[in-house]
């Protein structure tokens, strides 16, 4: 068990300039989330997927936002157009589906965007 | 709308006394909760949660306990360590996202223990 992976750790970009980031899920964990967390807040609930189907999306997600995961496997969350508002930090987190929600899921470390 | 409010920021407390932190929540369909531990550069880490059929949880030195009637649940730590110093989430899963297991999150709270 390897844990979440998350990449970039860190991401500066200009302000509407295009970014993408890559989270790789425990290896059996069929679920996958995305949050997002900004200063001072709890992570915000983005997308869920469960194998390569998105099943829900929030509406935090606005069309500059998409979510992939080809084959179940990693997922990438691109936000194009990068605004100053998007600057947060942006959590992936998996878990299996034999798991109750009373077991939580694992989250990674985050890849923190600032738009400049 | 805050649906899972955490009202304390801060909480400062001495090593081996206890800490209480308090979750208050306005969703009466919630039927899950889970306390998460996020230290600095971290991702959040799940510590322990609860049914909302039951009124407490236990597991070492952490204790949740839930009263549905004031809507409010309180993770207890006894004793505490200066390696629980972190920020605490209180988080909550309303019935009808039991399948995906989606999170709605308080503001948190940052436990400062002092040796």
């Known amino acids: 068990d390897t844990g979440v992976s998350q990449d970039p750790r860190h991401k500066i970009t200009k302000r509407g300039q295009n970014v993408t980031f890559r989270c790789d899920p425990i290896s059996e964990h069929n679920r996958l989330y995305w949050y997002r967390q900004t200063l001072g807040q709890g992570p915000e609930f983005l997308t869920y997927?469960?194998?390569?189907?998105?099943?829900?999306k929030s509406r935090l997600l606005s069309d500059r936002f998409s979510a992939e995961r080809p084959k179940g496997s990693f997922s990438t969350l691109e936000i194009q157009r990068t605004e100053q508002g998007d600057s947060a930090m942006y959590l992936c987190a998996s878990s299996s589906k034999s798991g109750t929600p009373l077991y939580g899921y694992t989250f990674g470390s985050g890849t923190r965007l600032t738009v400049v | 709308d805050q649906q899972v409010k955490q009202n304390s920021p801060s909480l400062s407390v001495q090593e081996g006394r206890i800490s209480i932190l308090n979750c208050d929540y306005t969703n009466s369909m919630f039927d899950y909760f889970l306390w998460y531990k996020k230290y600095p550069a971290e991702g959040p880490t799940f510590l322990i949660s609860i049914s909302s059929i039951k009124d407490k949880n236990e597991d070492g030195r952490f204790t949740v306990f839930l009263n549905k009637s004031a809507k409010h649940l309180s993770l207890h730590i006894v004793p505490s360590q200066p390696g629980d110093s972190a920020v605490y989430f209180c988080a909550a899963i309303d019935r009808g996202s039991s399948n995906t297991g989606k999170l709605i999150f308080g503001q948190g709270t940052t436990l400062q223990v002092k040796p």
């Open positions: 997927f469960q194998n390569e189907a998105q099943l829900e």
